[in-house]
């Protein structure tokens, strides 16, 4: 990256939009002179709500402003790479065009080997069906056929995508072979608390995803939704300088859960997945 912009790394970055903000915010702060409007000159635009009009969404970045901005955010090579694949992640209209960028970032990330998330982890956490599978496969009666992993998950995946993924999780180590069936090389990973990385994005944002859909179902006639799910929240007020210590807690939390968990291994006949949340709900007082 040059030295024309903030001191931003936008490989932390899993949505363009937030990166946007985040390097004007850094401008602003380094000179408060520095405005929209002259943002706007600087990619070759005569609309000063430009760069608010594109972090809100509702604009969306052109090919030609992408090479505009791109250079106005001194962004260079791979960081440039990288911040044109999110624009295209984030603005897909279709499964297939998302799916396209996503092997891109993919393929980048691995390439450049984030000492947080490497190349397999990364791959690993870019789906919530594989570490669904890896867990599937500490449970009794585990079997390693496509049909029947197909089956078990909830919601059901097809038969193809199963195979695909027990041959994947083999090729990366997650999965061994024992006897006649498949073991986790790693009985319980969890994600780390840096989720900006997008070594985790996929992975947090399909459960949560699938977390809305099952909340629509809690008073669905017998569903049992409700006594399957525990959706538990804590909306508390903090000083700005202890949320650090607040993800410590949480994070240690976690690992609690995943220790207990491994202890049930032997027993264990059932996927969950466990998520934890922290964010924002208001500006500092102060």
């Not at 505009?68 to 790479?81: I, P, Y």
Request: a negative charge; one cysteine or more.
């Amino acid at each position: 990256m040059s030295n024309s912009g903030p001191a931003l790394n936008v490989f932390d970055y899993g949505d363009f939009r937030t990166y946007l903000n985040d390097w004007f915010a850094a401008k602003k702060e380094a000179n408060p002179r520095y405005s929209h409007r002259l943002f706007a000159r600087r990619v070759g635009s005569s609309n000063p709500s430009l760069l608010v009009n594109i972090t809100s969404g509702r604009r969306n970045l052109t090919p030609d402003l992408v090479d505009a901005f791109v250079s106005a955010l001194g962004l260079e090579d791979d960081a440039a790479t990288y911040f044109r694949l999110l624009v295209r992640f984030g603005q897909a209209t279709d499964a297939e065009d998302r799916e396209r960028a996503w092997g891109g970032i993919t393929e980048l990330r691995s390439r450049l080997r984030d000492p947080e998330v490497d190349s397999s982890r990364f791959l690993y956490l870019s789906d919530r069906i594989y570490p669904a599978i890896v867990a599937l496969a500490q449970c009794a009666g585990f079997r390693p056929d496509p049909a029947w992993v197909a089956a078990q998950l909830r919601p059901p995946i097809p038969v193809e995508r199963a195979e695909e993924a027990l041959g994947f999780l083999q090729r990366i180590g997650f999965l061994v072979p024992e006897g006649d069936t498949l073991v986790p090389a790693e009985p319980v990973l969890h994600t780390t608390p840096n989720v900006a990385l997008l070594g985790s994005y996929g992975y947090h944002k399909q459960t949560h995803d699938l977390a809305g859909a099952l909340m629509e179902r809690l008073w669905e006639q017998g569903s049992g939704v409700a006594a399957e799910t525990a959706f538990l929240g804590l909306t508390v007020a903090v000083p700005e300088e202890r949320l650090g210590e607040l993800r410590r807690l949480l994070w240690e939390a976690q690992v609690q859960v995943a220790h207990q968990a491994r202890a049930w291994q032997d027993e264990s006949d059932r996927v969950v997945q466990v998520t934890i949340q922290m964010y924002p709900v208001s500006a500092r007082t102060t």
